[in-house]
């Protein structure tokens, strides 16, 4: 993992500011002659920049986005608490850790603070900018605030707008983590009982009906406690506590409840979208309760060289990290159908 610091005020949409800005990212692979082979992953919610990690099957040195072809990019996103600025480090103001006090930020924010980084790297063009979930919404942004550097766009279960039901859901795991007396207190292991119980409620959207009465159903009729779905929420929300931290997860909560992309823009979600003229893979899953599919055919249908495919998973919402090679398969069809274009325009 690298870091990059960025010396001058990075002004948030809130505004407030930073008056400096640190992003942590991590990159894979080499450019090629033309460095026309850049990949640039925005992750979602809790993850972090080591994208071979969290989404294997589709990257990795034996997965199509391999590191032998391509140069592979993925940042820590602002707000996290994976080594790029957010609640955990220091506000120079009093010498501390921001803890609660952290500034509220937008997805908007978070692609800001991407096209710092790629102008740091001095990368001219992206092949490809893929997302899912949150990291969807920020390859949005990011394509609006610069449309000149993305090639082709891939958006997987994500949506133009977060909404009431995305946005109640995140509230509800707010409400868990202050009912956490320890979130007030402002230290690094504040609000961790909460944190755990806002995954819990977390995992509902992400799989569904079906996936718990397969997956957690107690193949006895003998037991009234110590059920097998009770102890996968706790295990989950266990897993998390670990390798999180409350106060990151509360503003990145809060910024993907911001999703807007016609927020000081235009009046229309739809005109928003008009303005994103890439060639671009918008992919829904049908069990996704969270980001339901009519949410990526409104993004295809005002995109303007978009396609969108719709892919079964048993997951719900989680199959955008898990059905790799249905994914996989859709994006060679869609890089073969975008170099037939071209050879015809070009004839």
Not at 118 to 127: A, F, G, N, S
Request: charged share 20%; net charge neutral; proline share 3%.
């Amino acid at each position: 993992m690298q870091l990059f610091t960025y010396t001058k005020k990075f002004q948030l949409e809130s505004g407030q500011s930073f008056s400096k800005l640190e992003i942590a990212y991590t990159t894979y692979g080499k450019l090629n002659s033309d460095a026309s082979n850049v990949i640039w992953v925005c992750h979602a919610l809790t993850a972090n920049s080591n994208v071979f990690d969290w989404w294997p099957g589709l990257f990795g040195k034996d997965d199509f986005f391999n590191p032998e072809d391509y140069f592979i990019i993925c940042a820590n996103n602002l707000g996290s608490c994976y080594g790029s600025t957010g609640p955990l480090s220091i506000n120079d103001d009093v010498n501390e850790p921001w803890f609660n006090y952290f500034p509220q930020i937008t997805i908007k924010d978070m692609a800001a603070s991407l096209e710092l980084l790629r102008q740091h790297l001095k990368i001219k063009k992206i092949h490809t900018l893929i997302g899912g979930s949150q990291g969807g919404q920020i390859a949005q942004e990011w394509v609006l605030l610069n449309n000149l550097v993305t090639e082709n766009l891939i958006l997987i279960a994500t949506n133009a707008q977060h909404s009431p039901w995305g946005i109640a859901f995140n509230e509800s795991q707010r409400l868990a983590i202050k009912a956490d007396r320890t979130y007030n207190s402002n230290c690094m292991d504040g609000g961790k009982k909460g944190l755990v119980a806002a995954r819990s409620i977390a995992l509902l959207s992400y799989r569904n009906y079906n996936t718990y009465a397969q997956t957690q159903n107690d193949e006895t009729h003998l037991k009234i406690d110590n059920y097998k779905a009770s102890s996968y929420q706790n295990y989950q929300g266990q897993k998390l506590m670990e390798r999180f931290n409350a106060y990151s997860y509360v503003r990145l909560l809060q910024a993907m409840d911001s999703h807007n992309i016609a927020r000081n823009r235009c009046y229309s979600i739809e005109t928003a979208l008009l303005d994103i003229n890439i060639p671009t893979l918008v992919i829904g899953i049908k069990s996704d309760i969270l980001f339901p599919p009519q949410e990526q055919k409104l993004l295809a249908k005002y995109i303007k060289q978009s396609e969108f495919v719709e892919i079964d998973s048993f997951y719900g919402h989680d199959g955008f990290l898990l059905e790799t090679e249905q994914i996989t398969n859709h994006i060679k069809k869609f890089y073969q159908s975008k170099n037939s274009k071209q050879k015809v325009l070009a004839f």
